[in-house]
């Protein structure tokens, strides 16, 4: 699978490591407002703009040092390392990608669920070892995501590479609850010095230290390797989960449920689902935790007090929503709800998740909340 992401990823790497100038006239940034109804505004993007491509040379060279270092650290993962540094190397993967997952995807993103300080600081270091830019930056570049979806906004447009429009909606995204976070801003101001620490100087210390693997060996392997192999699960979410799949919640967006890319991100492959209904903490309706061990990781959280304020979606709203938009996939018995008010929308505003001046009221109204935080108790 490895080898499989690699290979897209270099036929890929000129193509997504562009930066589209605009170069004709466009309207609101390539974005035209259609509709305003019930106070919801709808954007469609300007498909017949033109433009000029450039190659972001620095970004070209960085992904390709870390693509080469991963694949001759795959090679010494398969044949040269001990059986220690490969289980390492797994248990590196699942840190980060939880750092990821449950810490700059479903906590600080979406506000999905809230967090006590140690949890904060447990996923924020999980986070830095991840090596996917700081916290601040990354939720602020997945909330353009789901607000802008597949349009020159989109940071992960999975058609083209990164636009100006990109910076420029970025900058209309509320981030002033990350920006009162103190754990958000220690690892914004020490992040060079948190990634350099986690990312590579640990997971290569400790299989050198504790069962005599080499320097070299280790720093390939459980820095190297486990970094690009991390990158490219969180790569295969925004381009093959938003591509290929069934659309049970809304067949007219481009995200789509996959259940591969589920068990590789831990939970992140059921994305028709989460663009629907993105303040879930699940973020898929399946209560399995087979194909979503992040969910099990909040869970278990939740049962200690760290994790607390869990919000998920009614049955009632998932049902209605899949009659109404889905492409039919998602097997059940919802006939009764077919024959309901559509909602009073026929145009859907999307949302970056909990908290967005957006969201709707039926829609909040229809969330349900786990482990409340019991009043009189103050937040760490």
Request: aromatic share 16%; net charge positive.
């Amino acid at each position: 699978m490895y080898l499989l992401c690699t290979a897209k990823f270099l036929l890929t790497l000129l193509y997504f490591c562009r930066v589209m100038i605009q170069h004709t006239k466009a309207n609101d940034m390539n974005f035209k407002k259609t509709s305003e109804m019930n106070g919801t505004k709808t954007w469609v993007h300007n498909s017949r703009s033109k433009y000029k491509w450039e190659i972001v040379w620095q970004q070209v060279l960085h992904m390709l040092i870390v693509h080469i270092g991963g694949l001759y650290g795959f090679y010494q993962f398969c044949f040269v390392c001990s059986w220690k540094t490969c289980l390492w190397v797994y248990l590196g993967i699942f840190i980060s990608g939880q750092g990821i997952t449950a810490g700059a995807h479903r906590l600080w993103t979406h506000r999905s669920y809230k967090a006590k300080l140690p949890l904060r600081i447990i996923l924020m270091i999980c986070q830095s070892m991840a090596f996917q830019t700081h916290i601040y930056e990354w939720v602020r570049n997945h909330r353009v995501h789901h607000k802008f979806t597949d349009t020159d906004a989109d940071p992960h447009n999975a058609t083209r590479g990164k636009h100006p429009d990109v910076a420029i909606k970025g900058k209309t995204v509320d981030m002033s609850d990350v920006e009162a976070d103190p754990v958000v801003q220690f690892q914004k101001k020490y992040y060079g010095i948190l990634v350099l620490t986690t990312s590579f100087l640990i997971p290569t210390f400790i299989p050198w230290y504790f069962w005599n693997e080499s320097v070299w060996v280790s720093w390939f392997t459980a820095g190297m390797f486990r970094h690009c192999a991390s990158l490219q699960f969180t790569f295969l979410v925004n381009s093959i989960a938003h591509r290929w799949g069934t659309k049970p919640y809304d067949k007219t967006i481009g995200s789509a449920e996959n259940k591969l890319i589920s068990f590789l991100t831990y939970g992140e492959g059921w994305h028709n689902y989460h663009h629907v209904f993105p303040w879930d903490y699940k973020t898929g309706e399946l209560s399995s935790y087979r194909l979503n061990q992040t969910t099990l990781l909040i869970d278990l959280f939740a049962k200690i007090g760290w994790a607390y304020d869990l919000k998920t979606t009614s049955i009632n709203m998932v049902e209605k929503r899949a009659n109404r938009t889905g492409d039919g996939s998602r097997k059940c018995c919802v006939d009764q709800y077919f024959v309901l008010d559509t909602l009073n929308n026929e145009s859907v505003e999307n949302i970056w998740g909990w908290g967005d001046g957006d969201m709707k009221l039926e829609d909040i109204q229809n969330v349900k909340v786990y482990n409340r935080q019991k009043k009189g108790n103050m937040e760490l």
